[in-house]
């Protein structure tokens, strides 16, 4: 196996990179019958470089970029209600991971982004698009609690979860 690492993400080095991993990541989404999860040229270098104002912006490298996450600490304003449901601890501070997306030949990728968030914080949050059956089946083969529903900004519901070690 190839060596893996995780290190920030750089712009403008890592931009090309970046975005031909996002296009692979919706082209398995799409393959997988997720045709309504990241539209409409989401997510973009914007969202990137937000990432990275925020110390939250990783790409991990097998000889080149093969896969971009976000670690974002708390608090994440669309976590501030769920519905449906409740979080197992509201009290403690807690990161977010987001926008996990690979390479569609390079695998365990999310153990990868696991281990190095549980690594930085034993109270980690995650959400999905309902119709994202593989980051639902990987969220859950990984030991999160289903919480309850979240909504993003614009009103789209998400599937919330979270584990604490």
């Not at 034993?122 to 999160?144: A, E, L, P, V, Y």
Request: some cysteine.
């Amino acid at each position: 196996m190839k060596e893996r690492t995780i290190r920030p993400a750089r712009l403008p080095q890592d931009a090309e990179r970046i975005l031909e991993v996002f296009a692979a990541a919706k082209g398995i989404m799409v393959a997988d019958g997720n045709t309504k999860q990241w539209v409409n040229g989401y997510p973009s270098l914007e969202v990137v470089q937000a990432d990275m104002e925020k110390g939250g912006a990783f790409v991990v490298e097998e000889e080149d970029v093969v896969a971009y996450f976000a670690f974002l600490p708390s608090p994440e304003p669309t976590y501030s209600t769920i519905y449906d449901g409740k979080w197992l601890d509201d009290t403690q501070p807690y990161h977010v991971v987001h926008r996990i997306a690979s390479l569609p030949d390079v695998h365990g990728i999310f153990q990868s982004v696991m281990e190095f968030a549980f690594a930085r914080d034993r109270n980690i949050r995650i959400d999905t698009h309902h119709d994202n059956r593989i980051m639902q089946h990987n969220i859950q083969k990984h030991g999160f609690s289903y919480c309850g529903i979240i909504l993003l900004v614009n009103g789209d519901e998400r599937l919330a979860y979270q584990k604490i070690v």
